[in-house]
């Protein structure tokens, strides 16, 4: 099983859509096994997204990312990275394919709703970002008990 991180992001979080969203992860059979409410620092918002640094974009986002609370979480299962990225769609809603998460919900390239990992490396390095792995449960599915 595939451990995936994914962040509700703070339009996903003052729009009332926590729910709806983790909701599209259940019904595929995703298991959430870590979930947090956060307040980034622009400390953290600037660590996480390292990677974009130098880019146009960065400071957009790193203060739109600490400017609200977001929810961090863990989900598992089969082919996790790829199956929740073609779930959220492209990163601009208007590239995003009809029935994905940005596509119904995203308001912008930045406001987006989700973030999720793009790899096993960036998804270990992400989750450990959020998680200690004592935070993190693991437990079989069982439907309609």
């Known amino acids: 099983m595939e451990r995936t991180l994914v962040i509700l992001k703070p339009d996903c979080v003052w729009r009332g859509l926590i729910g709806e969203v983790i909701k599209r992860f259940e019904d595929e059979k995703f298991n959430v096994i870590a979930l947090r409410m956060l307040h980034l620092s622009a400390e953290e918002a600037g660590k996480f997204y390292a990677v974009h640094q130098g880019k146009e974009f960065y400071?957009?986002?790193?203060?739109?990312?600490?400017?609200?609370?977001i929810v961090s979480m863990v989900l598992e299962g089969e082919k996790v990275i790829l199956r929740i990225r073609e779930l959220i769609g492209a990163t601009d809603p208007k590239d995003?394919?009809?029935?994905?998460?940005?596509?119904?919900y995203a308001l912008s390239g930045l406001m987006n709703v989700v973030h999720a990992s793009d790899s096993l490396e960036a998804a270990r390095e992400e989750i450990a970002f959020f998680f200690d792995e004592d935070a993190i449960f693991h437990y079989q599915r069982r439907e309609g008990s």
């Not at 400071?59 to 609370?69: D, I, Q, V």
């Not at 995003?96 to 119904?104: L, M, N, P, Q």
């Open 59 to 69: 400071e957009r986002l790193t203060e739109y990312m600490f400017g609200s609370p």
């Open 96 to 104: 995003a394919v009809s029935g994905t998460i940005r596509k119904k």
